[in-house]
Nanobody
Framework: QVQLVESGGGSVQPGGSLRLSCAAS????????MAWYRQAPGKQRELVAS???????NYVDSVKGRFFISRDNFKNTMYLQMNSLKPEDTAVYYC???????WGQGTQVTVSS
């Protein structure tokens, strides 16, 4: 059974940075694609960024150039470096693998002055 645990969220001012972590209970070598999602209040969950086992990445347009996804296959951990944060980035952030049901509790990110 795969368990993913998100951490690193918090409250920051606009323009600030946060680094989210997603720790897996299994070797993430076995998970070919990993992704970060977010859900803002009253909105549907959206895919923010994904990364393949070989390191290929994709981002939603709204975060391109500001967010950077990475994975450490030896530490079984995935990361999301978030820079130049905006109030519209406020959401609960989750990690998962597309098409899988590995959802955890998520980590809250709040961007406010």
């Amino acid at each position: 059974q795969v368990q993913l645990v998100e951490s690193g969220g918090g409250s920051v001012q606009p323009g600030g940075s946060l680094r989210l972590s997603c720790a897996a209970s299994v070797r993430i070598f076995s998970i070919s694609v990993m992704a970060w999602y977010r859900q803002a209040p009253g909105k549907q969950r959206e895919l923010v960024a994904s990364i393949t086992i070989s390191g290929d990445t994709n981002y939603v347009d709204s975060v391109k150039g500001r967010f950077f996804i990475s994975r450490d296959n030896f530490k079984n951990t995935m990361y999301l470096q978030m820079n130049s944060l905006k109030p519209e980035d406020t959401a609960v952030y989750y990690c998962n693998s597309p098409g899988k049901n590995y959802w955890g509790q998520g980590t809250q990110v709040t961007v406010s002055s």
